[in-house]
């Protein structure tokens, strides 16, 4: 939606299956007064042109739910583009910047530590590990709804054969309880096994095009 590939993403593939989702959480800097994420938003709006939220480049997960707090908000905010969300989240831990959507999986250890505040995750349910923070839905916002994921994916032209063997290897290693505990602690989640098929990815990837394409254009 952003470039010329010189690939097709969906045609030049052969999918594996769906691996693991994730939620983008919203966060600012420690000082900031608001203690929902309504309030936040509101403060946000108000004072919008001095307003600097992160993200780690145009087409970035960051960048993307950034578009969409724009658009929830009906006000356009001030972009500061980082090398990745790592020196972006650095900058709303130093109070250098104002807040950043990230990627929970990034943004867990300095929520849990205290060095950020965190107002609303794009997930379904609270996770686990931080279950002080609505979801976005519950705050009112259920709009801003982004869900991060991974899939598998083999060369065009791979023989039939070879990806049912990785399906099934792929759906066998989803149900492994270490795997599900490691994934959590990230503040990601195993998708169910029977996502894990080349089908349910080849739908997957097709409706998440249709979702993002016109938002991005």
């Excluded at 966060?27 to 608001?34: E, G, I, L, P, Y």
Aim: hydrophobic fraction near 40%; charge should be positive; include cysteine.
């Amino acid at each position: 939606a952003l470039q010329k590939l010189r690939y097709d993403p969906v045609a030049d593939f052969e999918p594996i299956g769906l691996v693991n989702s994730g939620p983008m959480v919203v966060v600012a800097k420690k000082a900031t007064q608001a203690t929902t994420l309504k309030e936040l938003f509101e403060t946000w709006a108000a004072g919008s042109e001095k307003i600097t939220l992160g993200h780690a480049g145009i087409g970035s997960t960051s960048w993307m739910c950034g578009l969409q707090i724009t658009n929830v908000l009906g006000k356009k905010l001030t972009f500061v583009t980082y090398r990745g969300t790592a020196p972006s989240l650095n900058d709303v831990v130093a109070g250098q910047i104002d807040g950043m959507c990230d990627l929970a999986v990034t943004a867990l250890a300095q929520i849990q530590a205290g060095t950020v505040k965190a107002y609303g995750a794009t997930s379904t349910a609270r996770l686990e590990q931080i279950k002080d923070v609505p979801t976005t839905r519950e705050a009112g916002y259920p709009k801003l709804d982004m869900v991060v994921w991974n899939g598998l994916y083999a060369p065009k032209g791979t023989p039939k054969a070879v990806i049912d063997k990785l399906s099934a290897a792929l759906q066998e290693a989803l149900k492994d309880p270490t795997l599900k505990q490691r994934f959590n602690d990230l503040g990601t989640d195993p998708v169910d096994p029977k996502r894990g098929t080349p089908e349910a990815l080849r739908s997957h990837l097709k409706a998440e095009i249709d979702k993002w394409a016109p938002v991005i254009k």
